[in-house]
């Protein structure tokens, strides 16, 4: 449970961009976008912003309690990385939210009301693209307004009273290239996601709980061995690679017997490709009637 305490700071934390250029402007935004050539931004204005990657000299990195955006315009480039996350199968989604920022399994998204929402992918039923009635301004019920101070951490140096001081200061190139990078890999993994969300019908095609099973034999009619217990344990994420395995007397719809029998199963399920393993361990040695009814 270690990231219970990450997870709680997560999603009442926000962080902010400040980017310095070559030119020497001052660009304060949440990031929301980024690609080889361009970072996409939401301003503090609320605006749509498109900075050029290579001209960035320093980022400062900001965190803040409050969201400091008082508006959000989304118009049609700005809709296209909003997303309607679902946790659940059902028509109304959780939330409207940009995703923000990545931490190993963690994503963070920021809303339209100016929250913080953080998820894991297991948590995720399905992504899918804004409405087309998000266009337009919204107006985020928590703000509060913030000054961002491109300097040292140290409040020693001047500065404005109040203004939000950097807890991170990127100023080489390797740096910020490897921020914006992890940054790329992030939204790259939510696009495939949401790409496998529409391939499967469900995040999970087996049971994901494990079980313990006992079961009552009685007089048989049919040979096995009789052992009374079966289990059974999956593994996998959603909408990626998964497995099912049985080890025990159990029911199965693929062998041709009606009463439970002690049996091997594996399935495994990968995009395309399902497979499965099974057999009856009282039937392997075909023929003889007298393993499979008095070897127990």
């Known amino acids: 449970m270690w990231f219970l305490p990450l997870l709680f700071s997560l999603a009442n934390a926000l962080e902010v961009q400040g980017f310095l250029t070559t030119d020497c402007q001052k660009k304060v935004g949440i990031t929301v976008n980024v690609s080889d050539k361009d970072v996409e931004i939401i301003n503090l204005q609320g605006q749509h912003e498109v900075l050029n990657a290579d001209a960035i000299e320093t980022l400062y990195i900001f965190n803040v309690i409050d969201n400091p955006i008082e508006t959000i315009h989304i118009n049609e480039r700005l809709k296209k990385s909003l997303r309607s996350v679902y946790t659940e199968d059902s028509d109304k989604p959780r ?138 344990w999956s593994s996998g994420e959603p909408y990626r690679f998964q497995s099912f395995n049985v080890v025990g007397s159990k029911s199965h719809e693929v062998i041709p017997n009606a009463e439970p029998v002690f049996a ?29 009814t008095d070897f127990m």
Do not use: W
């Not at 923000?100 to 899918?128: C, N, P, Q, W």
């Not at 990078?181 to 790409?195: K, N, Q, R």
């Not at 009685?218 to 059974?232: A, D, T, W």
């Open 95 to 232: 939330a409207l939210a940009f995703p923000v920022r990545f931490i190993e399994d963690l994503i963070v998204f920021y809303s339209l009301d100016g929250k913080s929402h953080v998820y894991t992918f297991a948590d995720m039923y399905k992504l899918r693209p804004a409405p087309a009635s998000s266009l337009g301004v919204h107006r985020p019920a928590f703000y509060k307004a913030a000054t961002f101070e491109f300097s040292a951490q140290s409040s020693k140096c001047g500065g404005q009273p109040g203004s939000v001081k950097p807890t991170r200061v990127l100023a080489d190139k390797i740096s910020i290239s490897e921020f914006l990078h992890s940054l790329d890999e992030g939204f790259e993994s939510l696009v495939s996601f949401e790409e496998r969300t529409y391939l499967y019908a469900t995040p999970f095609l087996f049971e994901k709980n494990s079980r313990l099973g006992l079961i009552f034999i009685g007089k048989r009619e049919e040979p096995s061995l009789n052992l009374p217990l079966y289990f059974q």
């Open 264 to 292: 091997l199963r594996s399935d495994v399920k990968s995009h395309f490709f399902h497979g499965m393993f099974i057999g009856n361990v009282a039937g392997l040695p075909a023929g003889n009637k007298v393993f499979s």
